[in-house]
């Protein structure tokens, strides 16, 4: 029987093009395909088993169809790497969690009793160095323990997220994240800050750095909290802010009118003088706007509206 012959006969048996493929492959590379040529193994699955074969592996350990083609794989590189396969057990994330921890020498007999999500945050964290033996592990899902290892990953005291809840549960993963973003919050509100602000910089600091803004623009002890506040808002909506980002020059009243004016397209130069208070600047943004509104310039012609010239009659 010729190699045609032979196609033909596999189509007739229900064997689809890429499973005769990978078992023409075989005959070619001379290996024994009686370990993969049964019809249950899908394309994929023959590959890995093929591949195990022509690499010289006892592939009887992972050539069942139970498993995956990916799990086969994970198997298939374990055995090729010299790795003891009875640590393949589970889904094909469990697999390669325990390949992870194998390759790199850490030992999971602790924690079998956890799931494959549950093992992989575990494997993760001691391959970084983490510390997890006072992570109650069996009692937290996947999320909640990934959630205190990026606690501790990002330098923060992780017990904080251990509370238990009046209920006797610990919090939520949703919850730790909040807890664990307010923790970093704070150390990155120390690192800018440092001990020398008084309170209300440092809430105008934290909320800068909440709403993703460069403090450093506003962050000097020269600037009180209510004139870092009017920095702050500046920046949110994007109003040129050192036009009026100037402790000594003006209080936090007048950079509020400041910001006003610039939201409206009024620079200050048109309205404001020194030593004007905050409500004589008012006064004077005000009266350039209503001028604006009653001064219309379109395509070089200036319009007047009709209660501005009663005015004057």
């Known amino acids: 029987m010729n190699l045609e012959e032979f196609r033909q006969k596999l189509r007739n048996s229900g064997y689809s093009e890429d499973q005769i493929a990978e078992i023409i492959a075989g005959i070619e590379a001379d290996i024994d395909i009686r370990e993969y040529c049964k019809v249950e193994f899908n394309a994929a699955q023959m590959r890995e088993i ?12 992972y050539a069942d169809s139970k498993f ?38 850490i030992s999971i007999s602790a924690y079998q009793m956890l799931d494959a999500d549950q093992l992989c945050e575990v494997v993760l964290a001691l391959h970084d160095g983490i ?12 999320l909640q323990i990934h959630e205190i290892i990026l606690t501790k990953r ?39 800050c440092g001990p020398d602000f008084n ?39 994007g109003v040129d ?29 048109m309205y404001l003088t020194d030593g004007m208070t905050s409500s004589e600047a008012n006064d004077a943004l005000q009266h ?14 200036i319009t007047l509206s009709e209660d501005y010239l009663n005015q004057f009659l």
């Open 50 to 61: 093929r591949i195990g074969l022509q690499h010289g592996l006892y592939v009887s350990e």
């Open 68 to 105: 995956s083609a990916e799990q086969m794989w994970v198997m298939r590189y374990g055995k090729e790497t010299g790795l003891d396969m009875s640590i393949f057990i589970g889904s094909l994330c469990r697999m390669i969690t325990a390949f992870i921890a194998a390759q790199c020498d």
């Open 131 to 142: 510390d997890v033996k006072d992570i109650p592990v069996k009692d937290l899902d996947s």
């Open 154 to 192: 990002e330098g923060h005291d992780a017990s904080s997220l251990l509370t238990r809840q009046d209920d006797g549960q610990y919090m939520s993963a949703i919850k730790m994240k909040e807890v664990r973003e307010t923790l970093r919050l704070e150390k990155d509100l120390m690192d800018v």
């Open 199 to 237: 309170a209300a910089q440092m809430r105008e600091i934290k909320y800068g750095l909440m709403e993703g803004i460069n403090v450093d623009v506003y962050c000097t002890r020269e600037l009180s909290g209510a004139q870092m506040k009017q920095v702050r808002l500046g920046m949110q909506i």
């Open 241 to 269: 802010v050192s036009i009026y980002n100037d402790a000594g020059k003006y209080s936090a009243a007048v950079m509020r009118v400041i910001r006003r004016g610039l939201i409206e397209g009024v620079h200050p130069s």
């Open 288 to 301: 350039v706007l209503n001028a604006n509104e009653n001064v219309h310039r379109s395509d070089g012609e």
